[in-house]
Nanobody, 123 residues
Framework: QVQLVESGGGLVQAGGSLRLSCAAS????????MGWFRQAPGKEREFVAA????????NYVDSVRGRFTISRNNPKNTVYLQMNSLSSEDTAVYYC????????????????WGQGTQVTVSS
C-alpha cells in the first residue's frame, strides 16, 4: 500500500554532485523516519542516511558524512539526498526507505522500500 518512488539518479563525473528525490504516497505520514540505503554490485545493502519527522535529527554513515545531506519537505511528502564530492565508491543503486517508529539511529529496521535509482560515478 505504501509507495516510495526514487528519482534523480544518473551518470556523473567524479567530484560532481547529484540530488536524489523520494516521493511518498499511500499511507506515509509526516512523522515517519525516512532513510536512504545503497547497494553496489557484489556488495550488501548498506545504510546511508536517515532523518526524523521534523528534520531536527539526522544520521549518516561515516563514509558520506560531510559530503551528503538528507532533507525532507513534509507538505510535498518528499525526502531528498544531496550528494557532493562524489567518487567511484558511491556508485550503487540508491533506495528510499521509511519506518513508522523508532529513531534515526535504528538503521536495520525499515518497513517500506522504494525500487531504487541508479547512481554511477565515472572519471
Amino acid at each position: 500500500q505504501v509507495q516510495l518512488v526514487e528519482s534523480g539518479g544518473g551518470l556523473v563525473q567524479a567530484g560532481g554532485s547529484l540530488r536524489l528525490s523520494c516521493a511518498a504516497s499511500g499511507g506515509i505520514f509526516t512523522r515517519y523516519v525516512m532513510g536512504w540505503f545503497r547497494q553496489a554490485p557484489g556488495k550488501e545493502r548498506e545504510f546511508v542516511a536517515a532523518i526524523n519527522w521534523s528534520g531536527s535529527y539526522t544520521n549518516y554513515v561515516d563514509s558520506v558524512r560531510g559530503r551528503f545531506t538528507i532533507s525532507r519537505n513534509n507538505p510535498k511528502n518528499t525526502v531528498y539526498l544531496q550528494m557532493n564530492s562524489l567518487s567511484s565508491e558511491d556508485t550503487a543503486v540508491y533506495y528510499c526507505a521509511a519506518r513508522n517508529s523508532g529513531s534515526v539511529d535504528d538503521t536495520p529496521s525499515y518497513n517500506y522500500w522504494g525500487q531504487g535509482t541508479q547512481v554511477t560515478v565515472s572519471s
